[in-house]
């Protein structure tokens, strides 16, 4: 059964720009290898809310997904936020049927850096995009 994390995934690698930057490193969280080399992305899913049509299930979800860049401290910020502005390029305008998932719309909702790492040598900008989406 096709989940929308895979068709993002599917999405993601797609894009030349980001896979320059990443190449294949682009991983559901739960499939993010301990050791990756970065940089590396990761998302993940926040939240489904399943839409309704009077009182009957529309079949079209929304999914706050999370996608973290994930860069080495010691690489500098501007790499971090060159690889960001790839992922919003990749999910910009997005629709049509992405590894079994029809994706209707993505919007970003927000981005913000978290704090730093240097102690273990990681830097992490987090998107938010809203999808609409069929599964």
Do not use: C
Not at 44 to 63: F, N, P, Q, Y
Not at 91 to 112: A, H, N, P
């Amino acid at each position: 059964m096709p989940h929308i994390e895979e068709a993002l995934v599917t999405v993601l690698k797609a894009h030349a720009g980001l896979a320059a930057l990443v190449g294949t490193r682009i991983f559901a969280r739960d499939d993010l290898p301990q050791n990756v080399a970065y940089p590396a992305i990761s998302l993940s899913r926040i939240s489904t809310v399943a839409e309704h049509l009077m009182g009957a299930d529309a079949k079209i979800d929304r999914a706050l997904m999370q996608v973290d860049v994930l860069d080495s401290f010691s690489a500098g910020r501007l790499r971090t936020l060159d690889t960001a502005k790839q992922v919003r390029a990749a999910l910009r305008d997005i629709s049509g049927t992405q590894g079994g998932v029809l994706l209707e719309r993505i919007f970003l909702e927000g981005e913000m850096d978290l704090p730093s790492e240097p102690e273990i040598n990681t830097r992490r900008r987090t998107l938010e995009f809203e999808v609409i989406y069929h599964e």
